[in-house]
């Protein structure tokens, strides 16, 4: 069956410092992996998506994610955090033809200033 | 452009009455779904579409009915509410011909007394 785990679910770091958010998954084919954000009283925004081909893909704000198919991880990271970027963050993995996505339990970010 | 549109935004019921939850979208996505969202479990998927008159059951379907008789709506219907439906709803839409992104309502906020 299909899963996704995200084991930190709160994370402070300070503005400037780096950022890495873990997520492994399950699942029985090729994954299709995201990493969502969602602002206090908003919907999700994808920040970044992998399909195949190269392995680190970037993103939007700044973000690049890692997949590793022998770890079946998918790690989010930022080189240095704004505090705009405190949020709740989720990873999600596609199945079917896009119409179905299941997604991890959230962690959510604190900044420092 | 308005994207994905959901009405109410908040709605509080008592235990027994039944509502329906609208979701609208204007992009001509053949992908619709519901998903719940609670504290510390994420997103669960609860129905979704992949094209008019067609649906199917996600994660957590118990206590929801769904139809979708046009592309652009996918109304989700609480026959009877009961206060383990209190949560935040966020409807969902998405096209295999742009990589499976989904595009999020801002999210409905159910309270069930």
Redesign the interface.
Known sequence: AQS?T?PD?HITVSEGASLELRCNYSYGATP?L?W?VQSP??????LL?Y?SGDTLVQGIKGFEAEFKRSQSSFNLRKPSVHWSDAAEY?C?V?AG??????????TKLNVKP | NAG?TQTPKFQVLKTGQSMTLQCAQDMNHE?M?W?RQDP??????IH?S?GAGITDQ??VPNGYNVSRSTTEDFPLRLLSAAPSQTSVY?CAS???HN????F????SRLTVL
């Open positions: 996704v995200q679910i299709y995201f969502y009283g908003q919907g999700l925004q994808l998506k399909f989720f999600a596609g033809n896009f119409n179905k996505f299941y997604f991890g339990s959230g | 994905v992908y779904s998903y510390g479990m994420g997103l669960r998927l979704y992949v996600g994660e966020f998405s096209t295999s990589t499976g992104e989904l999020f309502g801002e999210g």
